[in-house]
């Protein structure tokens, strides 16, 4: 079932998005649409993805100490590796 949809965009925007479906024999809903779609559905498999179970079962394994800078950390350990 369709139902209408009132958005508010930039002028130059939806001329430029009207140039764009015309361009590939769209219509520019059908292009909000889909886009809508994927997005959503992208989404919806994030949430739904389940973890290796190996990796699964070393989740909360690892306690990190509170003051450690995680990114100091592995800067120096890379450039201990390569340099």
């Given at each position: ?11 130059e925007i ?29 989404e919806k ?8 179970p190996i ?29």
């Open positions: 079932m369709n139902t209408k949809l009132t958005l508010t965009i930039e002028k939806i001329e430029r998005a009207k140039n764009y479906a015309k361009d590939k024999n769209r219509s520019l809903s059908d292009i909000v649409e889909n886009y809508l779609k994927v997005l959503t559905e992208k498999n994030d949430k739904n993805q389940k973890l290796n990796v699964e079962s070393l989740k909360g394994s690892f306690k990190m100490p509170k003051n450690m800078d995680y990114k100091k950390e592995l800067k120096n350990r890379l450039e201990e590796k390569y340099l």
